[in-house]
């Protein structure tokens, strides 16, 4: 009863940022001038941008099957992509993409995975998942100096506060990764804080969860002190993963026969925007995503920045959205309606 209440407020709560947005963007436009642009973009081009989508989603999956081998779990490469299916569409659905690793949990328990494993599998892959954002982040504020003058000079306050928030999300958790006995430390000491002060209840329960969870962050530890070169392929792997999203306004750009930007700038500010919202409590981060989109991209797309905003999103986030939505639910049919002997 609570998981399906919560299913219905996370979807009121999407179908409510997702009209706002639309109002947001299309307000005073002339709509049917931007579709007459969007019917003349160049199809041949836009196809290989949904090849994209599902390199990014299957890159995930690639990722989870490499490491899956590296604990001689050996998982059919078919159910990996299930697994990252799942994980994208509910990360796309759930304010912080914070719904995709717990049914990814779930599903990995369906195949029998010990939970250890599959936690400590996720918990690699999200650290390596926001580590290039990080590094993509720190090299543009360190060494794009007029990359930042030219394009970002209207959203430096937005930029700086997703980067920021992406380095501390990463930071603590290496912290709990490496410091875990220091990390159960503080936060015992803090419910015990709580709880003198009567802001919590004294649970047995919360400290056995604690404990289970740190002891998840001891074996992530123990994993990539014996697993290095494994590492280095999944940053690799990662890498190519997130710019092959990225790379989809680039085609974008392309179906439009627009020229006068290089690739790597037109890859670059569309990795700008996901430093800038990854962390913010919207789903996809909607909303935002199409105002930074519109105000970085307007010297690139020049007049047709609202069409081409409505491609790279509808390509970037909405594809990405219906194809996990897909293979969501053929996750759920097999696992629930497919005979367990045929599977």
Not at 53 to 59: E, L, N, Y
Not at 193 to 207: C, G, I, N, Q
Request: charged share 15%; glycine share 8%; aromatic share 12%.
């Amino acid at each position: 009863m609570q998981g399906r209440k919560k299913v219905i407020k996370n979807g009121v709560f999407l179908l409510a940022v997702f009209l706002l947005t639309i109002y947001g963007v299309f307000r005073g436009e002339d709509l049917g001038q931007m579709m007459e642009a969007i019917r003349r973009a160049d199809i041949r081009w836009l196809l290989p941008g949904v090849v994209f989508v599902i390199c990014f989603i299957g890159g995930e999956s690639v990722i989870i099957w490499y490491m899956m081998r590296s604990f001689s779990i050996f998982v059919r490469k078919r159910i990996c992509f299930l697994f990252s299916s799942v994980g994208f569409f509910f990360s796309c659905i759930t304010p912080s993409a914070s719904g995709g690793q717990p049914m990814q949990l779930y599903y990995m328990k369906k195949e029998k995975i010990p939970l250890p494993i599959s936690a400590v599998v996720l918990m690699i892959v999200t650290i390596t998942y926001k580590l290039v954002l990080v590094a993509v982040g720190l090299g543009i504020l360190l060494f794009g100096k007029s990359f930042q003058d030219h394009y970002l000079g209207g959203i430096l306050p937005v930029y700086y506060l997703g980067l920021a928030l992406n380095v501390l999300c990463v930071g603590f958790m290496s912290v709990l990764v490496f410091c875990p006995k220091l990390t159960e430390h503080i936060l015992v000491m803090g419910e015990r804080w709580l709880e003198k002060v009567h802001l919590l209840k004294r649970l047995r329960t919360r400290r056995k969860k604690l404990r289970d969870a740190m002891e998840i962050y001891r074996e992530t530890a123990d994993y990539l002190k014996q697993h290095k070169r494994v590492l280095a392929v999944v940053i690799l792997l990662t890498f190519m993963q997130r710019f092959a999203l990225f790379a989809v306004t680039w085609m974008v750009y392309q179906s439009f026969g627009l020229s006068g930007t290089g690739m790597t700038d037109v890859v670059l500010l569309q990795a700008v925007i996901a430093v800038s919202v990854d962390m913010l409590p919207l789903p996809g981060g909607m909303g935002i995503s199409e105002a930074l989109f519109l105000r970085i991209f307007a010297p690139v797309f020049g007049a047709l920045v609202l069409p081409g905003m409505v491609l790279a999103r509808g390509l970037g986030y909405y594809s990405e959205l219906l194809i996990s939505a897909a293979f969501t639910a053929a996750a759920q049919i097999y696992y629930t309606v497919w005979p367990e002997k045929l599977r």
